[in-house]
């Protein structure tokens, strides 16, 4: 039984005192637990400290996620992030191949493997994303699409905790736009990466890896996704912002 998975992703928004903010305040909407929910908030890389404190003094029903990761162990890479220093932080997720990395900062599959690869070393879930634009939806090659960019990501990952490793779906098109995907649009391709899942890693590990939705998820259409069989959680963009309305979304997870 896969446990469902709820993920905020702040992007570059909060400043240090505004992240401590948000991080208390999502601490109070959740102090009586989670339930069989795994959350995680995922900050900007400035203010993962100030959330690791948070977590830690409040006792916060949630975990820590990182943005973006580089896969070598240290050097000079300006401007980039190691895992281990990820994992010194208290980090115990981190998103990686979102489609705004993607797309302005041009990360190839490869480079998502390889982060994926680097965070494993380190005992760091990655949140792998994937997703395809508007015109490959339009083409009729979405799935196709996606299915390629999970091969790719995942080439020679050794997965033996299914837990440990999660997907992400986000139809480019609907992430920002307040365009949903329908629940129906949803399971068609996270049913089709489960499948994938099953000929790359064998039915065992594939029925435990947990593949979220983003894409405009809000408190009000949550629960028609989460009904979705191979539906099991989301990524929040906009929405996890708020710690009433991501709190309200992690509420609809636990029912
Ligand atoms: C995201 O960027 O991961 C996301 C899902 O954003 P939003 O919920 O704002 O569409």
New binding site residues.
Partial sequence: MRKRMIAG?W?MNKTFSEAVELASGLAKELADGTGDVDVVVAPPAVDLKGVAEVIEQEQAAFALSAQNVYWEESGAYTGETAPNMLEAIGATHC?IG???RRDYFHETDEEINKKAKALMAHGIVPIS?CGESLEIREAGKHVEFVVDQIKKDTEGLEITDPSKYVI?Y?PIW?????K?ATADDAQEVCGAIRAALVEIFGQEIADGIRVLY?????PDNIAGFLEKEDVDG???????LKADSFADMVRSAMA
Wanted: proline letters at 0%; hydrophobic letters at 35%.
């Fill in positions: 992703n992007k998103i979102h489609s705004e994303c992400a986000e609907a992430i920002g736009t307040g949903t983003g894409g405009s998820a809000k989301a990524l929040v963009g906009g929405a996890s």
